[in-house]
T-cell receptor
Framework: EAQVTQNPRYLITVTGKKLTVTCSQN?????MSWYRQDPGLGLRQIYY???????DKGDVPEGYKVSRKEKRNFPLILESPSPNQTSLYFC?????????????FGPGTRLTVT | AQSVAQPEDQVNVAEGNPLTVKCTYS??????LFWYVQYPNRGLQFLLK??????LVKGSYGFEAEFNKSQTSFHLKKPSALVSDSALYFC???????????????FGRGTSLIVHP
């Protein structure tokens, strides 16, 4: 089954404790991205990757890191999480980076930072 | 800069009645427009998109959307609503590269659709 998977689905952590949220897709998609969803703000893009070893900042990249060493994986790293990073996070992928391609989303990771 | 507005936080409709979820956009050049649906505790799912051609686009689950360039709108519609259509709906826009568009799509804030039995 074609899908985007994320782990963990739920995470509660404390301020400053480094964490990684994994994202993997099995569709051989070139383009992958991370979003956060906050009430009243919709989805905002954090980082995106057009292909292996090619990443770029989205609208809200502060406090986050990403890497794209393999085509299928695109982990999101929070080096020193803070309470304002409490949010619902989605990974997404699309066949190519072209703007006409729709995205496929993972199930989401709900992160709480205390 | 590109932007999307979904003017209604919530839309209520009775089962069997037609539904409309509104979306207006602002972008340089011809837009690429998308609708996604988010069911509770799930990720977003693609419903339909407008790239070029026929202004009426048909998508999944019986949904359709009409692109209106003069009104800069892309409203989502369905002739007969189902209770199972109750979900959060997001409109998104991208500007094509020739217009200086980026790979960062802009999403609306979402509209909660509630279909009453």
């Amino acid at each position: 089954e074609a899908q985007v998977t994320q782990n963990p689905r739920y995470l509660i952590t404390v301020t400053g404790k480094k964490l990684t949220v994994t994202c993997s897709q099995n569709m051989n998609h070139e383009y992958m991205s991370w979003y956060r969803q906050d009430p009243g703000l919709g989805l905002r893009q954090i980082y995106y990757s057009m292909n292996v070893e090619v990443t770029d900042k989205g609208d809200v990249p502060e406090g986050y890191k990403v890497s794209r060493k393999e085509k299928r994986n695109f982990p999101l790293i929070l080096e020193s999480p803070s309470p304002n990073q409490t949010s619902l996070y989605f990974c997404a992928s699309s066949l190519k980076a072209g703007t006409s391609y729709e995205q496929y989303f993972g199930p989401g990771t709900r992160l709480t930072v205390t | 800069a590109q932007s999307v507005a979904q003017p209604e936080d919530q839309v209520n409709v009775a089962e069997g009645n037609p539904l409309t979820v509104k979306c207006t956009y602002s972008v340089s050049g011809n837009p690429y427009l998308f609708w996604y649906v988010q069911y509770p505790n799930r990720g977003l799912q693609f419903l339909l998109k407008y790239i070029t051609g026929d202004n009426l686009v048909k998508g999944s689950y019986g949904f359709e959307a009409e692109f209106n360039k003069s009104q800069t709108s892309f409203h989502l519609k369905k002739p007969s609503a189902l209770v199972s259509d109750s979900a959060l709906y997001f409109c998104a826009v991208r500007a094509p590269p020739a217009s200086g568009g980026s790979y960062i799509p802009t999403f609306g804030r979402g509209t909660s659709l509630i279909v009453h039995p």
